[in-house]
């Protein structure tokens, strides 16, 4: 009798209601399903965990985890995860993209313009190469290489209502006026056909 018993409990504790699996496939499942809900430090953890476990198999993890911590404002953590990420991918344009994004949010523009190059390098059709390149120009006041570079990614997109709104800044800080006044109604027109007359 007190053999079937053990043999029950046994077969309790190894049961999948009583044992949560603890490996590299199941952390990142937590992570994504966390990250989807907005649960960002949940998100986070998971991710650590499985990083923990496998801490060189792929580039996204970190990529992922460089979001999360790019939306709490912990910069340095983002760019770090980022940067192991482009060191396990280089060949990925995403990491490279975000990692370019999260230097304009620092102010390092120079850094950041070497890192959406090297997106359009990988790709010369990317709208978003061009348009985070050449709002890093506009901020570092290169006017004429925000524009050009903010035109080429309203050619890749005519649709793109971020690549319109930042010309129209660079136009305007060139004395540009017109120009600046016509992309930003352009801007405002596109933003309305994306998001509802009402923002929804």
Known sequence: MK???????IMLLFSP????????DDYVKEGNLAFHEGRIDDAIKSYSKALGIEPKREGKIYNLRG??????QKIDL????????????PANQTYLLNRGETYGMMGSFEKAVKDFSGVIKMNPASEDGYTGRGKAMLFMGRYAEAIKDLTRSIEINPKSAAAFKFRS????????KSKAREDMEKAKNLWVEVK???GN
Not at 3 to 9: D, E, G, R, S, T
Not at 67 to 72: G, K
Not at 78 to 89: H, V
């Open 67 to 72: 979001i999360l911590y790019r939306q709490q």
């Open 169 to 176: 800044i660079a136009y305007e800080k060139s004395g540009k």
């Open 196 to 198: 509802g007359p009402h």
């Open 78 to 89: 983002s760019i770090k995860d980022f940067n192991k990420a482009i060191e396990l991918d």
């Open 3 to 9: 053999k079937i018993i053990l043999c029950f409990v």
């Open 17 to 24: 209601v009583f044992v949560r699996a603890e490996n590299y």
